[in-house]
């Protein structure tokens, strides 16, 4: 029983139930300790909620309504081909709601204190929790702190109205008519490719050279190719200045290499990267947690920050926000406070968009790995050549593997194409276990598949291709 204000003791305190804090939660419980999870939101976090798990579904809804419209080279004819998209946004809804109440089962099956509210810190080893009905007190001997991020906003775009974070994009009513993209990066590509597949007039504005900035221009230049093909304008090369919005729609004026254009569309769509949520009324200021510049929280390779009992993991630490990443980042720093010896190795930390074609990387491209002193062996094999891609009606994109020519050892992987979210896996396992060339072309994959192409591509780092023409 509490009397008064007295505290409660928990062994791990828990900050967000994203990807990062529920599986550190999960975790540690397995581990023997006591936890308490607490989220201002809903469990599962932005990923299940707001961004990894609708999109993906909206994203899948497009692929099929632009499969149906385009069969006819199979042999296949689809008449008045019509989208419902308040069913569509029913059924996105419905997917949403059995992932977070499947954390929600998890958490409860393994004996997780839950609390649907916020954290203040009152010390370093104290922090009330709080919502509108209660404000409990607790002592914990350790915590993680996964409270992830939230879209950046520009000034001269601010949120509101006809001007849209991917949040608000995520839950449209209906299809836009028209709508201008600013950024380039994976979330306005994978969103602006899925409207304009459902029709929207799509515009995006890109600073830099090309589209999805973070991968090589080898990798890229399919997907510009295909956002072309369904009428998206892409201006790269492209600052944003000003916005003039009224009821209907809103016009942007943007500039490329100096000379000032302008678009205007039903909606503004921003999408220029993520701020970590170490601001607010979490009260980090009072334990005196140290941050960068950038508003990240300073941790180890353990996860641990400057105060030895608290831990951060996910987007509010250095690095790719990735929910894969901050999953595996939560694992480690669970363990670290049971006192296993795990740190975090990041060599294998895959990157995927989901694009059309979609695209994925791991480990070192050609030319991180040039850079690196590497004598590189390259293979690669076309979509076009695997029998399975064909009769998928797939033939574009590639399986590229980079190695060591002198070692044979893979040092990374990068796959354009369909299925390659799910092709870069066997290539990270690769990587983690530090398998070389042959390894891979020595693994019989089955046939037809699509993951023959790494095998073949492995063949050909090797300097002995079956299935393609010797340089």
């Known amino acids: 029983m509490v009397v008064g204000d007295a505290s409660l003791d928990i062994d791990v305190l828990v900050i967000g139930a994203g990807p990062g804090g529920y599986v550190a939660a999960i975790r540690a419980s397995q581990l023997g300790k006591s936890v308490l999870i607490v989220d201002k939101s809903e469990w599962g976090g932005v990923c299940l909620n707001r961004g990894c798990i609708p999109s993906k579904a909206l994203i899948s809804a497009a692929h099929t309504y632009e499969h149906a419209q385009h069969a006819d080279s199979m042999g296949i004819s689809v008449e008045n081909v019509k989208i419902d998209f308040a069913k569509v946004q029913e059924w996105k809804n419905n997917i949403v709601k059995k992932q977070t109440g499947g954390v929600s089962t998890l958490l409860k099956g393994n004996k997780i ?51 849209i974070s991917s949040t608000e994009a995520l839950n449209l009513p209906e299809i836009p008519k028209s709508m201008v993209v600013i950024g380039g990066g994976y979330i306005g590509i994978e969103l602006g490719q899925t409207f304009a597949k459902f029709g929207t007039k799509v515009t995006v504005l890109e600073g830099s050279d090309h589209v999805l900035p973070g991968f090589e221009k080898e990798m890229t230049k399919l997907v510009a190719r295909n956002l072309e093909k369904i009428g998206v304008e892409v201006h790269t090369e492209a600052l944003a200045q000003s916005s003039t919005k009224n009821e209907n729609d809103v016009t942007v004026t943007f500039t490329v290499k100096g000379e000032e254009k302008q678009v205007t569309a039903e909606y503004v769509l921003v999408t220029v990267g993520r701020r970590p949520n170490t601001d607010g009324e979490l009260g980090l200021d009072l334990i005196n947690l140290k941050l960068t510049d950038r508003g990240l929280i300073e941790v180890d390779n353990q996860g ?41 190795d990041y060599k294998a930390m895959p990157a995927v968009v989901f694009s059309d074609p979609e695209i994925a990387s791991v480990g070192l491209n050609e030319t991180e790995a040039k850079a690196q002193g590497y004598n590189v062996t390259i293979g690669k094999f076309p979509y076009a050549a695997n029998g399975r891609a064909n009769s998928l009606n797939a033939g574009q994109g590639f399986v590229k593997l980079v190695g060591d020519k002198e070692t044979g050892q893979l040092l990374g992987g990068q796959v354009v194409g369909p299925e390659a979210s799910n092709l870069i896996g066997e290539l990270a396992l690769a990587i983690e276990m530090a398998a070389n060339l042959e390894d891979i072309a020595l693994t019989i994959h089955a046939h037809p598949t699509l993951t023959e192409m790494v095998m073949d591509a492995a063949e050909g780092a090797l300097g002995h291709p079956i299935h393609q023409l010797g340089k």
């Not at 104290?126 to 409990?136: G, I, K, L, T, Y």
């Not at 951060?312 to 250095?318: H, Q």
């Open 113 to 163: 204190q839950m609390f649907q509210g916020e954290v203040m810190f009152i010390n370093e080893h104290e922090a009330r929790v709080f919502n509108d009905q209660e404000a409990p007190r607790y002592r914990f001997q350790h915590c993680i702190i996964a409270t992830g991020s939230r879209p950046i906003e520009l000034k001269a775009f601010p949120y509101g109205g006809r001007i």
């Open 304 to 344: 641990r920050t400057n105060i030895p009992h608290i831990f951060a993991i996910g987007d509010v630490v250095p690095g790719l926000a990735l929910a894969h990443k901050a999953s595996y980042e939560a694992k480690v720093a669970a363990e670290a406070i049971a006192g296993l010896p795990s740190v975090v």
